[in-house]
C-alpha cells in the first residue's frame, strides 16, 4: 500500500505528534518554543507569585499598646514578616515598608469594642 519510505515518513510525523500532544497535556507548553521566550502571562503570574501577601486578621490598639496579627502571627513595630518591617500600627491598618516602598495592609472589617466604665 504505502513505500517503504513513506511509511518512515508517515510514522515519524505520527510519533511527533504523539510528543507533542503529551506536552502540552501535560503542561510543559510548546515544546518548540525558545527556553529565554515569556509572554506577558508567564511575566504576569511570575509576578504575582513573587510578591508576599499580608492579611491583616486583628489590630490591639490601646494607649501604648500597638500589636496586630498578620498572616496568623502576632506583630509589633518593628518586627518583620514576609520580608516587610513593620513601621506603624492604627486602629484600622497596618503600615508596612516593603522593598523601600510603603504599604498599608487594612483590615477586612473594622469592629471597634470600647470599654463599658459602670459606675
Not at 496579627?69 to 500600627?89: C, E, L, P, Q, W
Request: proline share 5%.
Amino acid at each position: 500500500m504505502f513505500k517503504p519510505i513513506k511509511k518512515f515518513t508517515l510514522l515519524a510525523c505520527t510519533y511527533a505528534l504523539a510528543c507533542t500532544a503529551n506536552a502540552y497535556a501535560t503542561g510543559m507548553g510548546d515544546p518548540l518554543r525558545p527556553p529565554e521566550y515569556q509572554s506577558k502571562a508567564d511575566v504576569a503570574s511570575a509576578v504575582a507569585i513573587a510578591k508576599p501577601q499580608w492579611h491583616v486578621n486583628e489590630i490591639l490598639f490601646s494607649g501604648a499598646r500597638r500589636i496586630a496579627v498578620i498572616n496568623d502571627r502576632v506583630v509589633a513595630i518593628g518586627d518583620h514578616i514576609n520580608g516587610a518591617k513593620v513601621v506603624d500600627i492604627k486602629p484600622e491598618r497596618v503600615v508596612l515598608q516593603y522593598k523601600n516602598s510603603f504599604i498599608n495592609a487594612r483590615l477586612k472589617s473594622v469592629l471597634v469594642k470600647k470599654r463599658r466604665i459602670i459606675n
